[in-house]
């Protein structure tokens, strides 16, 4: 149960983020980390053009939240505010917790506020929780979904949700429904839909989006114009959403939020001042950076292959491996790295500080889409490693559609092989497309700044929104 908010505290804990009196926006994110940072990135873009945001959280990860200037967090529950989740494989018993916790105690957060001088507009919901539209019809406000894939992904999860497209889903299928998209081959499509038998829950979830999307307001999706323009053309009737992104930093992009230089939310330590210290040593476009995200697990086997082809390569690399994968990497690699300043392993960093390092050269990545972003709005190179869901997809787009980097294949037992790696390494690193690559990583980047900044598609679409909550906060004040 969440007590009723004392609003000076809360103002000073977390920053008071009044905006102008017109429109207040409660922000809603999935609990993990690829879902809270482009949310609360977007809070603070509300924040910056004057809104009132608030972002709403559980409590088991609102203590990974530090201080944002603007932004005030407020918790709700997801039903194990105790840290104890239920087992691994029971996704669907989490996702109805939550629908259940979350609801009640997101709308005593709407409740707490509706008499105070700042009452809520709008919520903004991750579309994995639909529940919360439906938490904001019930008090009369507006409703925003909110999508953390690519444009292109969502617009085939829309497809089938709309029974435009099978499953088990073949290529010729996407090809049909989305005219405008790549020629998929299969095991580029989303594992969800290639083989919906593999992972039920997570599919249940993504399909659980639509449910109800045709009550929202709007719709957004953390992606911009010039990335996806031609891919999602003629696809609104479908799936109405607008571009706002990338949501990235602002610092790293447009630099119109003051003191925007990193997400504000970290559910593990950042070793950011070690990883620099070495990276400044270290010459210009020499490093590969190789990180897995939060999530992917590689088998002992793949860390082995990977850690061969680094050993063998002699490049300078920055290697992030969780403390739970430590043991899977060879006993000699770890004290041959120990004892040579050839590379560097750590179990986190602040990924965005490290691509926009100036020694950084190439991203070898699993392809989740804040990943994916972050390489495209920082200009780097990439080597695509996807495990599951929307990575492979994205993994085909690095490749085939934006050119910025290469997706090593896996041989007939599902592995990627060292001998496949060293030439990957090489070929980012200084192959006959290296320079080319480079300026295409170089042209998006430049794009995904332009997007965000003062007239760009992405701002201009946040723009809109913000006017639209201003002149709904207006009429409603001016109904009393």
């Given at each position: 149960m969440i007590e009723k908010r004392d609003e000076n505290n809360v103002a000073k804990a977390h920053g008071d983020g009044d905006g102008d009196g017109y429109g207040h926006v409660v922000v809603v994110p999935y609990p993990s980390q690829g879902h809270i940072n482009p949310l609360l990135q977007f809070a603070?873009?509300?924040?910056?053009?004057?809104?009132?945001?608030?972002?709403?959280?559980?409590?088991?990860?609102?203590?990974?939240?530090?201080?944002?200037?603007?932004?005030a967090v407020e918790p709700i529950s997801d039903g194990y505010d105790d840290g104890v989740h239920p087992q691994a494989g029971s996704e669907d018993v989490f996702l109805n917790s939550f629908k259940s916790n979350g609801s009640k105690t997101l709308a005593r957060l709407i409740d707490s506020y509706q008499n105070s001088s700042a009452p809520v507009t709008c919520v903004v919901y991750d579309a994995f929780l639909?529940?919360?539209?439906?938490?904001?019809?019930?008090?009369?406000?507006?409703g925003a979904a909110f999508f953390t894939n690519s444009a292109s992904v969502c617009a085939i999860f829309a497809c089938v949700s709309r029974g435009l497209i099978n499953l088990p889903l073949e290529p010729d299928q996407v090809k049909c429904a989305l005219p405008k998209m790549p020629l998929f081959k299969g095991n580029d499509l989303p594992t969800f839909l290639r083989k919906p038998e593999s992972y039920p829950a997570?599919?249940?979830?993504?399909?659980?989006?639509?449910?109800?999307?045709?009550?929202?307001?709007?719709?957004f999706c953390n992606s911009f114009q010039d990335l996806e323009s031609e891919v999602i053309e003629g696809v609104t009737d479908k799936w109405p959403a607008k571009l706002i992104g990338?949501?990235?930093?602002?610092?790293?992009?447009?630099?119109?939020?003051?003191?925007?230089?990193?997400?504000?939310?970290?559910l593990w330590k950042p070793l950011s001042e070690k990883c620099k210290e070495?990276?400044?040593s270290k010459p210009t476009k020499s490093v590969i950076y190789i990180s897995f995200g939060s999530m992917v697990s590689l088998t002992q086997e793949q860390m082995e292959e990977i850690a061969l082809a680094l050993k063998e390569s002699n490049y300078y690399f920055l290697w992030v491996v969780?403390?739970?994968?430590?043991?899977?990497?060879?006993?000699?690699?770890q004290a041959e790295i120990s004892t040579t300043d050839k590379g560097m392993i750590v179990t986190w960093c602040n990924q965005l500080e490290i691509l926009a390092?100036?020694?950084?050269?190439?991203?070898?990545t699993h392809c989740g889409w804040n990943s994916t972003l972050e390489g495209l709005s920082l200009g780097i190179p990439m080597i695509g490693i996807p495990q599951w869901s929307d990575q492979l997809p994205d993994a085909k787009f690095i490749e085939e559609v934006w050119g910025v980097g290469v997706w090593p294949k896996?041989?007939?037992?599902?592995?990627i092989r060292k001998e496949n790696l060293r030439d990957c390494f090489k070929e980012i690193m200084e192959g006959k497309r290296s320079r080319e690559r480079r300026e295409n990583a170089m042209k998006w980047r430049e794009l995904s700044k332009k997007a965000v900044n003062y007239g760009g598609s992405s701002d201009n679409h946040v723009e809109d929104f913000v006017q639209h909550l201003r002149c709904t906060s207006c009429a409603s004040k001016n109904k009393f």
């Open positions: 603070k873009r509300l924040a910056s053009k004057g809104m009132k945001a608030t972002l709403a959280t559980t409590k088991n990860t609102i203590s990974s939240i530090s201080y944002l200037q603007n932004v639909p529940w919360a539209l439906d938490v904001a019809k019930e008090y009369g406000l507006l997570y599919l249940a979830m993504k399909l659980s989006q639509f449910t109800n999307l045709h009550l929202a307001d709007y719709v990338p949501m990235v930093p602002s610092a790293y992009l447009d630099g119109r939020i003051e003191g925007d230089i990193g997400y504000g939310s970290s070495w990276l400044q969780r403390e739970s994968q430590i043991s899977k990497l060879p006993k000699e690699f390092h100036e020694a950084t050269a190439c991203f070898v896996e041989d007939e037992k599902g592995m």
